[in-house]
């Protein structure tokens, strides 16, 4: 069957299930952060990534009740972590350009999280750079400064993957810049793109932003990326996104 039509079923069973992947330390490989990655359970059982329905949430409303899904289950394990005494500063949700066209995802957000009881200083909202300077109006740029107003956290995804110029970074205020994993994969065997990420570090730590490299495989990687003055990191080598239960011991024992 149609892949919108077996999302739409999932969303209706609820067989939407986060998973988890730590953003870590890297001097100290200790766990800051997490991302919440969206997971189907299919028809089959089997665990469905978001890469392989990432098309069905182009439909807006696909995308609208996907969000739904995983804030509320954000929200659910992170009560149960805060309950637990289980440490982290903040989970980042990804959210596209569906979010905000269906309306109120601020709304939505100090909603779910408010019923949780789990502050928003915990969230981070990942965008990406054409959802975020992608759009005709200022829908996205309205809705992202709503929502840092009230203490959340934006972080610009996948930079320097498009649409980001320099001046954009002065235009639409984030807290936190994700180098996309094409650059931190290339560390090592040019050295074009060490200059390259090393520049950007030393830009977005000179604007007062947080940086996080994505897709760290190898220690090489890391060591480079640490010389560099980059003090957070996600990737293969420090774990791939997990089930909810997985990422509870690895919080209690790298927390
Ligand atoms: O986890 P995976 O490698 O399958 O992710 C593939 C893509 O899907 C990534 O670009 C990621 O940002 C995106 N993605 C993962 N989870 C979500 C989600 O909950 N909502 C949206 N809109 N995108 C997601
Ligand atoms: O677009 P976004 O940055 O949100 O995509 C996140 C996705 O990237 C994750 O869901 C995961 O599947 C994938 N990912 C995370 N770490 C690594 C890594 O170290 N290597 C590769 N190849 N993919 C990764
Ligand atoms: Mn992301
Ligand atoms: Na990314």
Known sequence: IALVRQIDQALEEDRVLPHYQPIV?????????????????????????????????????????????????VARDMRSWLDAGIHFQHVGVNVTTGDFQRGDLAGRIVEIFGNAGVPLKHIVLEVNEAVYMGGDDDVVPLAVEALRNQGLLVALDDFGTGYASLTHLLNFPVDIIKIDRSFVSRLGIDQQSEILVGGMIDIVRKLGMRVVAEGVEDVGQA?????????????????????????????????
Not at 26 to 47: F, Q
Not at 49 to 73: C, N, V, W
Not at 225 to 254: I, N
């Open 223 to 255: 060591d480079t990326l640490r010389r560099f003055g980059c003090r957070l990191g996600q990737g293969y080598l420090y774990s791939r996104p997990v089930p909810v239960r997985d990422c509870t011991r690895l919080l209690e024992a790298f927390g």
């Open 25 to 73: 330390n890297l001097e100290t490989s200790e766990i800051v952060g997490l991302e919440a990655l969206a997971r189907v359970r299919m028809s089959d059982d089997r665990i469905g990534s978001a890469g392989e329905f990432h098309s069905a949430l182009t439909d807006p409303r696909i995308a609208y009740e996907m969000t739904g899904k995983m804030l509320r289950q």
